[in-house]
């Protein structure tokens, strides 16, 4: 007798239920990838990151996923696409975190970019920075290409001291000039006619007076007189040699400079009118006898201790890309102690500082 075998019914079942997956899961695949996302991506937060919160399952079950997203189409509240975006984004790789990013900050042009490029780490990596502003992300990945030693961080700052331009190129107005820690550099300036309204004259005691009287803002007087006093209980001498200039003053010895070297040695050593940390009443050259030297005793006194009075060094050997000026181991600026604190224990640049805290500050 033949012996009848049994179906199996547990591999029909399983076969059927493989097909029924299939045809369900290919159309929505081929629908997803074809489907081009035109129409813009209206909703508020709230209802935003409840779809997004539901395409990634966040606190939500399948079920509940679907009806919130038909729910909010049908009222209109978010687009036909807002779902295919955020598919197609998690597709090429990108985080939960990311895709959040790019729907809230992103237009739909821009969107449509990121999936037409390639995925990028380094995009994840740049919107936490908090410097990021997407208007300059191709400058960044052009300064990044040219400076690969730098991390994506100095990178955000650099760009955002237009580091990537050449000097005085769309230079920006300083419109802020009477705070203590307004910057001024060659890629900003200050107007012709500025004046600090609180300049004082300063004693022979602590300036030399000899060819013009020298004047410095209020507060930066009374610190520096502090910080000569210390200094001298230390053993340590100097006074200041140059403190405030006005724009004339400094259009004439820049031009002076420019007669003597040419204006493109010039412009490596000696600020042009308007650009010029003197014209600020903050900055001063100090000397003893003569200028003060890197290798001197008053150098390393005012390198060591100057902070806790406000003062840096301003412009130093190794950061002369970044601020433009060769070393000037006389000059001086008051920055306020908590700037100069920061800026001495980070050992970074009053630029940086800038951008990292007070431009930072100024956004919010
Ligand atoms: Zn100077």
Do not use: C
């Amino acid at each position: 007798m033949k012996k009848k075998r049994k179906p199996n019914y547990k591999l029909r079942r399983n076969i059927a239920k493989f097909i029924l997956i299939l045809l369900i899961f290919i159309p929505i695949i081929i629908i997803n990838k074809t489907k081009i996302v035109n129409a813009p991506l209206y909703f508020t937060y709230r209802e935003y990151s409840k779809v997004l919160d539901a395409l990634f399952e966040v606190n939500y079950n399948n079920k509940e996923v679907v009806n919130i997203i038909t729910d909010l189409k049908k009222n209109n509240k978010i687009n036909d696409s807002t779902d295919d975006y955020i598919l197609e984004l998690n597709n090429k790789g990108y985080s939960h975190n990311t895709i959040n990013f790019i729907l809230l900050n992103l237009d739909k042009k821009d969107i449509t970019k990121m999936l037409n490029n390639k995925y990028s780490k380094d995009f994840e990596e740049y919107i936490k920075l908090p410097l990021f502003n997407y208007n300059k992300y191709n400058r960044y990945l052009s300064y990044q290409k040219k400076n690969t030693n730098l991390s994506l961080e100095d990178v955000t700052v650099q760009i955002e001291l237009d580091l990537d331009k050449e000097h005085y190129e769309d230079a920006v107005l300083e419109d802020n000039p009477d705070s203590i820690t307004a910057l001024v550099n060659k890629h900003r300036y200050l107007d012709e006619k500025y004046e600090p309204s609180d300049l004082v004259d300063m004693d022979d005691k602590y300036a030399n007076n000899t060819y013009r009287q020298m004047r410095i803002r209020k507060e930066v007087y009374e610190e520096f007189k502090k910080m000569v006093d210390d200094a001298k209980d230390d053993g340590i001498k100097f006074y200041a040699e140059s403190a405030y200039r006005t724009f004339s003053f400094q259009d004439n010895l820049y031009k002076e400079y420019v007669v003597s070297y040419g204006q493109a040695k010039a412009d490596t050593f000696a600020a042009r009118p308007g650009y010029s940390e003197h014209q600020l009443g903050t900055s001063l050259d100090i000397a003893n006898t003569w200028t003060i030297k890197e290798d001197s005793k008053e150098y390393k006194w005012i390198d060591e201790n100057g902070y806790k009075y406000g003062f840096i060094f301003r412009y130093k050997e190794k950061n002369e890309n970044i601020t433009g000026y060769k070393a000037e181991s006389w000059h001086i600026r008051y920055v306020g102690k908590d700037a100069a604190t920061y800026i001495h224990n980070h050992n970074i640049t009053f630029d940086e500082y800038y951008a990292k805290f007070i431009i930072t500050k100024n956004k919010k």
